[in-house]
């Protein structure tokens, strides 16, 4: 996949695009307005990840060019306001999904390939990871076709590995996107440990390998080694 | 004191005094002029006698006058021929009583023989002059005096209006409101100087106000990138494969406290944006399905922490914005889950107007007005100390009474939605 990151901070957009960058996907990268325009104007890509504020100009603005020249981009904001306002106009002139800096890598990348699914596959998109198969629309998890029951928490906690697959995830990143900013609890982190050893338990009993690794109590990766 | 009653009471004693002196100055010159006219009535009748004696050679008898009583009395010869007057009480035959008179006494020759005269009248008429004279006067006076008090009394209720319309007007001011300060309309220069100063004040105050707040979004929403980037470089440096376990625990940490920072951040945001009552969409919204639906959400936490939860829920409906009211519930709840010991219980009731959340917890009654300060916490608390904070604004926006009690190992958070 090709992916267009429209973001001034350097320190940012870099570990943006080393993150996303490998498995075949290309990250380009455009720090001011200007060169975002003639980025979306020569090339195709799969998702335009745009910074809404711009040394040079409105990320809106690059957003409605991009709707003109009738674009197919998916379009990801990633914006430090979290402004009800600027959230729905963004989505109404055509953004696919609205993320609040400061954000986890996972959870980006996770954004990034729901729309990216939805834009290719329109929306029926199956999964396949080795002898598990997601079906993300039905929300259901099969191992060599036989149905797993996960609940709706242990089902997106699968689904969050899969797509960030070989890559470690906080344990911060898992909860926060399990619970959302409200999960401020001082012990959530264990949760997602017992979280995963059940989604673990499941999957190893439908005979399913085992692909969740710790990673020294910071997070865990999902990958088969 | 009222400024009505201390005003008045200097008046009404300078008013007094003032009458008294002037009634008694009244009195004394009225009756000094009455008794010059009797005086010139009885040297007028002293004449008379003379003449009488002078033409017709005989005294005049003593019964002889209408109004004045003469006595003669026979002397030796004339030692003080200066006439006298002075004030006396006589027996008045025709009225058989006592009366107070006036006399002038001198010795004079009659018919070539000194006598010593003495012609007395009664005063009583003139006193019953006096009398009504004074009368005349004072009930005038008094009355007006009445109707002055009683008009300064109206005025000045009148004139202190725009003040007290003022006062409720600054009481009513709340720098936490829209509104600004109402101006009120006077005509008097006193009042338009209060009020305009008023007026400036509270518009410095809001302003000073405003300017906070937005530096506190503007700090906020810059942090915000920085913290951006060092989320992404602890994603980054997690992605390596050379960690080792000390690494990782540093790791861990900087995550934590990246994650509290950015929760204090948003929290700070949250509350600004409730300030600025930045959320006004109002829905209906069912109370009793959102505390189930927040239950279910947190139902990992409770299992975990083995609560007993015990809920008692009517079906009630509020109009009010859905983020605020999630927030509301999402917060009490938290609270009671996080700062509960394990195997402990927490009871929800909700019955229409009021939601009411108990739990057993760690500590023993908290300070019931210092724990909705901002950042106040206890030292064990990992939270941001903003969450009740953002409880009590959110109650404040809404005209929710939140009202915190300590029974029976309980901490209790009510919430009455129809204060006002």
């Known amino acids: 996949m090709k992916f267009l990151i429209v973001e001034d901070e350097e320190g940012l957009s870099k570990s943006i695009s080393l993150y996303l960058t490998g498995e075949g996907n290309i990250c380009d990268h455009a720090a001011t307005y200007d060169q975002g325009y003639q980025k979306l104007s020569l090339y195709d890509y799969d998702c335009v990840l745009l910074d809404l504020t711009l040394p040079d100009g409105e990320g809106l603005q690059l957003l409605k060019y991009l709707k003109k020249i009738n674009k197919t981009d998916g379009v990801l904001i990633i914006s430090a306001r979290n402004s009800l306002d600027q959230k729905i106009e963004g ?10 800096k400061p954000f986890h890598l996972s959870e980006l990348y996770a954004r990034i390939q729901s729309i990216v699914r939805r834009r290719h596959f329109n929306g029926n998109s199956i999964i396949h990871f080795n002898e598990l198969e997601i079906d993300t629309t039905a929300k259901e998890t099969k191992v060599k076709g036989k149905t797993v029951h996960l609940t709706r928490k242990e089902f997106d906690l699968l689904l969050y590995f899969i797509v960030n697959k070989n890559k470690v995830i906080s344990k911060a990143a898992a909860v926060e996107h399990i619970w959302g900013d409200d999960a401020d609890m001082a012990d959530s982190f264990d949760f997602i440990y017992t979280h995963i050893k059940n ?20 997070g865990y990766k999902f990958a088969d080694v | 004191m009222k400024l009505f009653s201390s005003y008045n009471r200097i008046l009404s004693i300078i008013t007094l005094t003032g009458l008294l002196v002037i009634g008694f100055l009244f009195y004394q010159t009225l009756g000094g002029y009455i008794n010059k006219q009797i005086d010139d009535h009885l040297f007028e009748e002293l004449l008379e006698v003379q003449d009488f004696a002078h033409v017709k050679n005989i005294l005049p008898s003593p019964d002889g006058f209408d109004d004045v009583v003469v006595e003669y009395k026979k002397i030796n010869k004339l030692q003080d021929k200066r006439r006298l007057f002075a004030d006396t009480n006589f027996y008045n035959p025709k009225k058989k009583h006592q009366e107070s008179a006036r006399y002038l006494k001198t010795e004079l020759i009659l018919n070539g023989q000194p006598y010593e005269v003495m012609i007395i009248a009664s005063k009583f008429e003139r006193q019953e002059q006096i ?5 005349i006067i004072l009930i005038p006076v008094i009355v007006l005096l009445l109707i002055l008090w009683l008009v300064n009394r109206i005025l000045i209720k009148r004139m202190w209006l725009p003040f007290r319309q003022l006062l ?5 001011f709340n720098i936490n409101q829209e509104k600004v300060f109402e101006p009120i309309q006077t005509n008097i220069e006193e009042f338009k100087a209060l009020n305009k100063a008023v007026l400036d004040v509270s518009l410095k105050v809001k302003s000073d106000y405003k300017e906070i707040k937005l530096f506190t979004e503007n700090a906020s929403h810059e942090m915000m990138t920085p913290l951006a980037v060092i989320n992404s470089k602890l994603d980054t440096l997690l992605q390596s494969n050379t960690l080792g376990k000390e690494q990782s625990e540093i790791l861990a940490d900087l995550y934590k406290a990246t994650s509290k920072l950015t929760k204090l951040n948003q929290s700070l945001l949250l509350l600004v944006k409730i300030d600025n009552n930045q959320l006004q969409d109002k829905e209906e919204i069912d109370l009793r399905a959102l505390i189930e639906e927040k239950l279910n959400y947190f139902q990992e936490f409770i299992q975990k922490r083995n609560l007993q939860v015990q809920i008692n829920l009517d079906t009630f409906s509020i109009t009010a914005n859905r983020s605020l009211i999630e927030i509301l519930i999402n917060n009490l709840l938290s609270n009671a889950i996080r700062h509960n010991y394990d195997g402990g219980s927490i009871r929800i009731t909700l019955t229409s107007d009021n939601l009411v959340f108990c739990n057993t917890g760690t500590q023993g009654k908290l300070h019931p007005a210092k724990i909705f300060e901002r950042f106040y916490k206890d030292n064990a608390s990992e939270g941001t100390g903003l969450g009740l904070a953002i409880l009590k604004q959110v109650c404040l926006r809404q005209n929710y009474e939140l009202v915190y009690n300590y029974h029976r190992d309980y901490h209790q958070f009510s919430i009455n939605f129809n204060s006002l």
């Open chain 1, 91 to 100: 989505l109404s002139l055509g953004a696919d999904d609205y993320l609040i």
């Open chain 2, 131 to 135: 009398k009504s004279i004074i009368l």
């Open chain 1, 199 to 218: 989604v673990r338990k499941k999957l190893t009993d439908s005979g399913c390998k085992d692909y969740f690794q710790s990673v020294y109590g910071v």
């Open chain 2, 168 to 172: 409720t007007n600054i009481k009513a």
